[in-house]
């Protein structure tokens, strides 16, 4: 068995793949539709949409097979992505040195006829194909092949109008002055880590900040440089938190911290981590300073709990003089 060399443009072609937030979603009668067209169309009782992963050969879309994705090193459509603009027949893989001891030949489904028209991008990248296989061997007619590959252009336009879509989407939930998440994405962010915590019995606790006396700097030295303020502390945030935190502006001058698998201390310790970073940071006009509201769930506590004892949080942070950061529970 001889596996598939890599691409040269590999880099490229998986950095393409990734755009397309394609990988491991669920079944989509589009695709499927497209696949039952192959199989009919060229005779075939197998047919799939597949995207070759780094390691894996993934199928979004597919008919008499069972498994979801098999190793890529033994997979046909590895080798078909390297003609982009060409269907790869192989008549009797049995006969075909690149496959005849492949365990799709030698065992279940003893693979024999095979056909891939890759899944091309506009810039030349082949990120899978639309194949069929049969269990005999056999030829490939023209229009067979012909239509073979307008199917794979079907497949990239429904590609290309999904890419479309994740693309609004993100944009859809990015503030547009600062670049960081907003408050629509927050709020979903914040339900799905309330129910993962829940599903797996672990922490979560939430951060609602506050920039201080944010009315009184855009009065002093205006709603320009009040921007660019907002901007300063939104990257500050970002840099500060970890990774996996995720950080958003929940309105105006405030600002919203999702800390997963964070319990209460270790919630505190962050806000006092970020509060220090605003803090020290040289600014334009005058020093700007952060007030912090803290709250962690517990079993019983659904997320806009968390919102609301955060906000109190905050609340009790500014009576006592701000630049402070405050837990619920303390």
Same mark, same amino acid.
């Given at each position: 068995?001889?596996?598939?060399?890599?691409?040269?443009?590999?880099?490229?072609?998986?950095?393409a793949?990734?755009?397309?937030?394609?990988l491991?979603?669920?079944?989509?009668? =589009?695709?499927?539709?497209?696949?039952?067209?192959?199989?009919?169309?060229?005779?075939?009782?197998?047919? =799939? #949409?597949?995207?070759?992963?780094?390691?894996?050969?993934?199928?979004?879309?597919?008919?008499?097979?069972?498994?979801?994705?098999?190793?890529?090193?033994?997979?046909?459509?590895?080798?078909?992505?390297?003609?982009?603009? %060409?269907?790869?027949?192989?008549?009797?893989?049995?006969?075909?040195? /690149?496959?005849?001891?492949?365990?799709?030949?030698?065992?279940?489904?003893?693979? /024999?006829?095979?056909?891939?028209?890759?899944?091309?991008?506009?810039?030349?990248?082949? +990120?899978?194909?639309i194949?069929? #296989?049969?269990?005999?061997?056999?030829?490939?007619?023209?229009?067979?092949?012909? =239509?073979?590959?307008?199917?794979?252009?079907?497949?990239?336009?429904?590609?290309? $109008?999904?890419?479309?879509?994740?693309?609004?989407?993100?944009?859809?939930?990015?503030?547009?002055?600062?670049? *960081?998440?907003?408050?629509?994405?927050?709020?979903?962010?914040?339900?799905?880590?309330?129910? @993962?915590? %829940?599903?797996?019995?672990?922490?979560?606790?939430?951060?609602?900040?506050?920039?201080? +006396?944010?009315?009184?700097?855009?009065?002093?030295?205006?709603?320009?440089?009040?921007d660019?303020?907002?901007?300063?502390?939104?990257?500050l $945030?970002?840099?500060?938190?970890?990774?996996?935190?995720?950080? =958003?502006?929940?309105?105006?001058?405030?600002?919203?911290?999702?800390?997963?698998?964070?319990?209460?201390?270790?919630? $505190?310790?962050?806000? %006092?981590? +970020?509060?220090?970073? *605003?803090?020290?940071?040289?600014w334009?006009?005058?020093?700007?300073?952060?007030?912090?509201?803290?709250?962690?769930?517990?079993p019983? @506590?659904?997320?806009?709990?968390?919102? %609301?004892?955060?906000?109190?949080?905050?609340?009790?942070?500014?009576?006592?003089?701000?630049?402070?950061? #405050?837990?619920?529970?303390?």
């Amino acid at each position: 068995m001889q596996a598939a060399p890599l691409p040269a443009n590999e880099a490229a072609r998986l950095s393409a793949l990734e755009r397309y937030a394609i990988l491991d979603t669920i079944e989509e009668q =589009a695709y499927d539709d497209i696949t039952y067209l192959a199989s009919c169309i060229c005779h075939a009782p197998i047919a =799939a #949409i597949s995207l070759v992963d780094a390691q894996r050969q993934w199928f979004k879309s597919k008919m008499g097979l069972a498994a979801a994705e098999m190793s890529r090193d033994i997979a046909f459509c590895a080798h078909a992505i390297l003609s982009p603009g %060409e269907v790869m027949v192989v008549n009797d893989a049995s006969y075909d040195r /690149r496959f005849e001891d492949n365990p799709l030949v030698t065992t279940d489904p003893h693979a /024999r006829f095979y056909a891939g028209a890759p899944l091309v991008t506009g810039d030349g990248e082949a +990120l899978g194909t639309i194949c069929v #296989i049969d269990l005999v061997p056999r030829q490939m007619a023209d229009e067979e092949r012909m =239509a073979l590959q307008a199917l794979s252009r079907q497949v990239m336009a429904q590609l290309e $109008l999904r890419r479309h879509v994740v693309e609004l989407d993100k944009l859809s939930n990015l503030d547009g002055l600062t670049g *960081i998440y907003n408050r629509r994405a927050l709020d979903l962010r914040l339900h799905e880590e309330y129910l @993962r915590a %829940e599903r797996m019995h672990t922490p979560l606790s939430y951060l609602q900040i506050d920039v201080d +006396l944010f009315k009184t700097y855009n009065d002093s030295y205006g709603h320009l440089a009040g921007d660019e303020a907002l901007r300063a502390v939104a990257g500050l $945030l970002r840099e500060t938190a970890r990774g996996y935190d995720f950080v =958003a502006r929940y309105g105006g001058e405030e600002f919203g911290v999702i800390l997963p698998t964070t319990d209460g201390q270790s919630a $505190l310790d962050m806000a %006092e981590r +970020l509060r220090m970073a *605003i803090e020290r940071a040289a600014w334009k006009h005058r020093p700007v300073t952060v007030s912090i509201g803290i709250a962690t769930n517990t079993p019983e @506590r659904q997320a806009h709990g968390l919102l %609301e004892q955060a906000d109190q949080a905050l609340y009790r942070a500014k009576q006592q003089g701000r630049n402070r950061a #405050i837990h619920y529970a303390h």
